[in-house]
C-alpha cells in the first residue's frame, strides 16, 4: 500500500483548500488520506471545546476527531469517511512533524493560513521549522490547482545539482506520471557583477546545462514530457514568473541547494516561495535530513 498523505487541518479556509488538493491527490497515488490536527493544552485558538467548563486531555482529543470528521464530510462528501483522523498533542510544527515522520507519511499537506497555531505556518519561526526540519516532503497550498488533468498546467521544478534538487526532480517525475503533467525544468542562475569578466558566466551556462541535461534524461527515461528554461537572473523572481506564465499546478523545489551560486536554499527559494508563490508549492528535503528537535 502507498504510504499516507497528511493533510494539516484546522478548520480554516486554508486548511480547507489542502484538504480538497491532498484528497485528490492521494486519490490519484492511491494512498491513505490522513486528517491531522495538533493542540496545546489548554488550547489557545481554533476550536475551544474547553467552554464552558474546563475539559481533560483525553475529552479534547475526542472534540476534535469529531471535528475533523465534520470538516471531512462537508469538504469532501462520503469520499472522507474513509480518510483517518489523528490528533497530536504539542507545538503545531513539531507535533505535525514527527507524527507524519512516525506514520512515514510521503507528504505533510498544509494551507497557506490557519487559525490558532497554524496562523504563521508561513510566517516567521513555524514555517521555517516546517520546511527546515522536515524529513518528508511539504505541501503549502495557496491556491490549489487541479491535481489531474490537461488544465491543470505543468509541474515546474527547480533544479541545481544538489542532493535535495535530485530528489525534488524524482518526487516531480514519479508524481507527474501519475496525475498527467509535463515537467517543466527550471535552473536559475545570477553571477556577481564582479565576476562578468572572469568566465564565470560561461562556467554556469556549462554546469546548468549539465544539470538540466541529466534531470532531463532523467524524466524522460521514464516516460515523462519534458521542457528546460535557464534563465540567467534570480531563482527566486525566475521560478515565480514562469510558475505564473505557465499556470502551473504546483512548484516542487528542495530546502538545501548548493550556495549562493544558484539560490537554491532555504531562506531564499523555498522560503519566497512559501511566501509567494500562489499555487502549490512542494519543498523535498536532501536525504538523511535531521529529526526535528523535540
Request: proline share 6%; aromatic share 2%.
Amino acid at each position: 500500500m502507498a504510504r499516507p498523505v497528511m493533510v494539516a487541518v484546522d478548520g480554516s479556509q486554508g486548511s480547507r483548500a489542502a484538504l480538497r488538493w491532498g484528497a485528490s491527490l492521494a486519490e490519484v497515488l492511491e494512498a491513505p488520506l490522513v486528517a491531522a490536527r495538533s493542540w496545546r493544552y489548554p488550547p489557545a485558538g481554533g476550536i475551544n471545546p474547553l467552554q464552558p467548563t474546563m475539559a481533560g486531555p483525553d475529552e479534547v482529543d475526542l472534540l476534535i476527531v469529531e471535528d475533523l470528521r465534520r470538516i471531512l464530510a462537508e469538504e469532501l462528501g462520503t469520499a472522507g469517511d474513509h480518510a483517518d483522523v489523528v490528533v497530536f498533542r504539542g507545538d503545531a510544527a513539531h507535533a505535525l512533524l514527527q507524527g507524519a515522520s512516525g506514520m512515514a507519511a510521503s507528504l505533510l499537506v498544509a494551507g497557506s493560513r490557519g487559525l490558532g497555531g497554524f496562523r504563521a505556518l508561513l510566517l516567521g519561526s513555524v514555517s521555517r521549522t516546517v520546511i527546515d526540519h522536515a524529513t518528508l516532503p511539504v505541501a503549502i497550498v495557496r491556491g490549489p490547482k487541479p491535481v489531474r488533468g490537461g488544465k491543470g498546467g505543468p509541474i515546474v521544478v527547480g533544479v541545481d545539482g544538489s542532493q535535495a534538487a535530485s530528489r525534488a526532480v524524482t518526487w516531480a517525475i514519479e508524481v507527474g506520471g501519475r496525475v498527467d503533467a509535463e515537467l517543466l525544468l527550471v535552473h536559475a542562475f545570477e553571477a556577481a557583477r564582479s565576476e562578468l569578466d572572469l568566465g564565470v558566466i560561461d562556467r554556469l551556462r556549462h554546469n546548468a546545462d549539465r544539470v538540466l541535461e541529466e534531470a532531463s534524461d532523467q524524466a524522460r527515461a521514464a516516460g515523462m514530457e519534458t521542457r528546460i528554461e535557464m534563465p540567467e537572473t534570480d531563482a527566486r523572481d525566475a521560478i515565480l514568473q514562469i510558475a505564473e506564465r505557465e499556470g502551473a499546478r504546483m512548484v516542487v523545489v528542495g530546502t538545501r541547494g548548493l550556495g549562493a551560486v544558484t539560490s537554491m536554499v532555504l531562506g531564499s527559494v523555498a522560503g519566497h516561495l512559501a511566501q509567494h508563490l500562489p499555487s502549490v508549492l512542494i519543498v523535498v528535503p536532501p536525504p538523511d535530513h535531521p529529526t526535528p528537535p523535540a
